[in-house]
């Protein structure tokens, strides 16, 4: 089974892990810096194929963790929605007119 990492996703908690982070490992927790998922795991797990079967995200509001992949997919199948109803209401558009 692959190590995985949870994070929950609100500014107080993430200050916190990287200040853990700063005195565990001797970086200076006041430097933070924008890193990808990928960079984020190699960081804190080690070595890992993909970051997004590794990390679960709690989303602010919500009791529950999701595989980041999950949420990466969700995301996705949104903006397929979103391009097929502005589609359908364009080709409506064009049959009312034409």
Not at 17 to 25: A, K, M, N, V
Request: hydrophobic fraction near 40%; charge should be positive; glycine fraction near 6%.
């Amino acid at each position: 089974m692959l190590p995985t990492l949870c994070m929950a996703l609100s500014a107080p908690t993430l200050r916190a892990f990287l200040e853990f982070q700063g005195e565990h490992s001797g970086v200076d927790p006041a430097i933070v810096r924008i890193m990808s998922p990928n960079q984020f795991v190699q960081l804190s797990l080690g070595s890992t194929r993909s970051a997004w079967h590794a990390i679960h995200s709690q989303m602010p509001g919500s009791r529950e963790w999701t595989l980041a992949l999950r949420l990466r997919y969700a995301q996705e199948a949104e903006a397929r929605r979103a391009a097929y109803r502005a589609a359908k209401a364009e080709q409506e558009q064009a049959n009312q007119t034409g």
